[in-house]
C-alpha cells in the first residue's frame, strides 16, 4: 500500500467528517439486536457519522485486500462479498452515497494540489522574505 493511497484516505474520511451536520452528529438506535447465547435483545445506538465511518472502513478495507489476496478463493467467494453486503446495506438504511463521497473528495483534492508551486510562492510573498537564518 502506497503513501499516497493512505493520504487520500485520511483525507477522505476528514471530509465526510467535516461535512457532517450536528444533527447527522445525533444518535441513531439500532434495535432488536439479539444475543442468541444468552436469549436477550440489545438496543445499540451510535451516530449517522460512525455508521458512516464504517461504511467507508468496510470499502476501502475490500479495496486493500482486494490487491492483496489477489488469488484467495475463499475471500473472493464469501468474505468480499459479506463486507461489500453489509457496507451496501448499511448505507441504504442511512442513504448514503460512498462512491459520491468518494469522487467528491478526489475533485476537492485535484483542485487543491494542482499548483503547489504557486502555493508556495504565495506564502513566500506573505512572509516578505523576513525569514531570518541561523548560522
Same mark, same amino acid.
Do not use: P
Given at each position: 500500500m502506497?503513501? /499516497?493511497?493512505?493520504?487520500? +484516505?485520511f483525507? %477522505?474520511?476528514?471530509? =465526510?467528517?467535516n461535512?457532517m451536520?450536528? &444533527?447527522?452528529?445525533k444518535?441513531?438506535?439500532? /434495535?432488536?439486536?439479539?444475543? +442468541?447465547?444468552l %436469549?436477550c435483545?440489545? =438496543?445499540?445506538s451510535?451516530?449517522?457519522g &460512525?455508521?458512516?465511518?464504517?461504511?467507508?472502513?468496510l470499502?476501502?478495507?475490500?479495496?486493500?485486500?482486494?490487491?492483496?489476496?489477489?488469488?484467495?478463493?475463499?475471500?473472493k467467494?464469501?468474505?468480499?462479498n459479506?463486507?461489500?453486503t453489509?457496507?451496501?446495506r448499511?448505507?441504504?438504511?442511512i442513504?448514503?452515497d460512498?462512491?459520491?463521497?468518494?469522487?467528491?473528495?478526489?475533485?476537492?483534492?485535484?483542485?487543491?494540489?494542482?499548483?503547489?508551486?504557486?502555493?508556495?510562492?504565495?506564502?513566500?510573498?506573505?512572509s516578505?522574505?523576513?525569514?531570518?537564518?541561523?548560522c
Amino acid at each position: 500500500m502506497d503513501v /499516497e493511497h493512505f493520504w487520500f +484516505l485520511f483525507s %477522505f474520511l476528514r471530509e =465526510v467528517e467535516n461535512g457532517m451536520t450536528k &444533527d447527522e452528529m445525533k444518535q441513531v438506535m439500532i /434495535e432488536k439486536a439479539i444475543n +442468541l447465547k444468552l %436469549f436477550c435483545d440489545y =438496543v445499540v445506538s451510535c451516530s449517522y457519522g &460512525d455508521i458512516v465511518l464504517i461504511i467507508c472502513m468496510l470499502h476501502d478495507y475490500v479495496k486493500m485486500m482486494d490487491k492483496i489476496k489477489d488469488d484467495d478463493i475463499q475471500w473472493k467467494a464469501y468474505y468480499r462479498n459479506k463486507f461489500v453486503t453489509m457496507a451496501d446495506r448499511l448505507a441504504g438504511q442511512i442513504d448514503y452515497d460512498y462512491d459520491a463521497a468518494v469522487e467528491k473528495c478526489r475533485k476537492k483534492q485535484k483542485n487543491r494540489y494542482s499548483d503547489v508551486g504557486e502555493d508556495a510562492m504565495v506564502l513566500a510573498v506573505r512572509s516578505g522574505g523576513n525569514v531570518q537564518r541561523k548560522c
